[in-house]
């Protein structure tokens, strides 16, 4: 055998082990993007006594990930006493008030109390009614009781640009507002009747869980004021001026007597291969319309 045909067939088995090496190194990163893919967004919940917190900040919008963990903390004998801490402008009126609906449902059977930041604001404070006990700081901003709905109108502007806007819809009320036809009076007193019935249901949310708000807070309140957190303890909008360790207090007079507590995640990995094959083939639909609490 010539000494080229040795060196070909010695090329070739190394080729052959580096081929398999890397086959290796594949099926190793495709069995970790699998167990990634099943374990990344599972939440360990405790196995032994303890006081359970939670984190809400920034934009509260609709979570079924954050709703059927809030459902697990509920049915789970471990966790003897909630704490939420929240710092938020707000979000959508749907989002909070199933947050709300959440912390209802936990707190049949275990103390919550809410800690609020350095604002808790409109869905944020919706949020924080849902539970038993609510602790703010002096300059907390929070209130803004009340809903809206924004949108653009831009046929002006088309306009300018040469574009003339073509909307052809089953009637009139169908995708009002829309940013390619002018508002109507008919569709603006449509939409300010859906604002103001979606405001009744926050407020008298609010009504229903403070007790004791004197008429003139009433009125206040219905304005969708801000308020700091000194003033809303004089309004009853708030139990007590405090932080972490007023929190425990309270939960000890509730005898919760357990010094653990486990901070419980709440927000779902997007790093996962399923969010990102989501985010790929499913199209981003959360910028739609809504009714906002912020």
Known sequence: ??????????DRKLLLKKLTTWRLIAVFCLLFLI???????????????VIAQINIKGFIDDDDFRSKKLLEIADNKNIHALIVRIDSQG???????RLFNNLRKISENKPTVA???????????????????????QGTIT????VLLQTAELTDLASKLGIKPLLIKSNKYKAAPHFAEKITIEQK???QNIINESNEIFYGLVVNRRANLTEETKKEVKLGKIFIGKTAAQMNLIDELGDLES??????????????????????N??????LLKGFFVPNINNSLKLLAI
């Open 270 to 275: 997007n790093n996962s291969i399923k969010s």
């Open 115 to 137: 800690i609020l930041g350095n604002i808790a604001a409109s869905a944020a404070y919706l949020t924080a009614i849902g539970t038993d006990y609510i602790i703010a700081s």
């Open 91 to 97: 979000g959508s009126f749907v989002g909070g008030e």
């Open 35 to 49: 167990i990634n893919l099943l374990f990344s967004n599972v939440i360990k919940l405790p196995s032994e006594p």
């Open 247 to 268: 929190a425990k207090s309270w939960l000890k007079s509730k005898n919760i007597n357990i010094s653990k507590i486990v901070e419980i995640n709440l927000e779902e």
């Open 1 to 10: 055998m010539k000494r080229d045909d040795i060196l070909d067939i010695i």
């Open 143 to 146: 209130g803004s009781v009340g």
């Open 189 to 191: 007193q449509y939409l």
